[in-house]
């Protein structure tokens, strides 16, 4: 039995290229304070060295847990 995963990890330029909603300032803004705005803890943001990936899942999931009327 195999088991396959598919990660969509994308950059900032990816990702706002991809989701026009999202400008490159705002998004490296919330990247930035993601320890005080829950984003660290959602772990959709991944680091290598330099190099900041977005798992675009774990963002939406992150975006819909501040929606406050929910």
Do not use: C, P
Not at 28 to 37: K, P
Not at 50 to 59: A, G, M, T
């Amino acid at each position: 039995m195999t088991i396959q995963t598919a990660w969509a990890y994308l950059t900032v330029r990816q990702f706002i290229v991809k989701h026009t909603a999202f400008n490159a300032g705002g998004l490296r803004s919330l990247i930035f304070n993601e320890d005080q705005n829950g984003l660290a803890k959602s772990g959709a943001i991944v680091r290598i060295g330099r190099k900041v990936l977005i798992d675009e899942f774990k963002f939406f999931a992150w975006v819909e847990s501040q929606n406050k009327g929910a």
